[in-house]
């Protein structure tokens, strides 16, 4: 089993950047899909970025792409999410998830951290 700890949310000005780090514990991160998921306040879990166990694959939900980027470094078993141009839409805890497959399901994930919180000011 995987155990993942999430760290780097905080507070940031509208506009700013922030990035996020989820660290890995378990032999199997290096061949587990990571996504990032994140849950605002009276909303459902969605979908935020997903990248494939070697990096080639990377995917986005529509609302953060061009402005957050997903990454990883197998060597250290940390995947990253790095957040520009944050809007006070951006708002939520921020989860880091594994799993056997990309996918933007937060059911296909099958391992989970306990969050991050990321505010933005306006």
């Known amino acids: 089993q995987v155990q993942l700890v999430e760290s780097g949310g905080g507070l940031a000005q509208e506009g700013g950047s922030l990035s996020l780090s989820c660290a890995a514990s378990?032999?199997?991160?290096?061949?587990?899909?990571m996504g990032w998921f994140r849950q605002a306040p009276g909303k459902e879990r969605e979908f935020v970025a997903v990248?494939?166990?070697?990096?080639?694959?990377?995917y986005y939900s529509d609302s953060v792409k061009g402005r957050f980027t997903i990454s990883r470094d197998n060597a250290k078993s940390t995947v990253y999410l790095r957040m520009n141009s944050l809007n006070p839409e951006d708002t939520a805890v921020y989860y880091c998830?594994?799993?056997?497959?990309?996918?933007?399901?937060?059911?296909?994930?099958?391992?989970w951290g306990k969050g991050t919180l990321v505010t933005v000011s306006s």
């Open positions: 378990g032999r199997a991160f290096s061949m587990s899909a």
């Open positions: 998830a594994g799993g056997r497959t990309v996918t933007r399901a937060p059911s296909g994930m099958d391992y």
């Open positions: 990248i494939s166990w070697n990096g080639a694959s990377k």
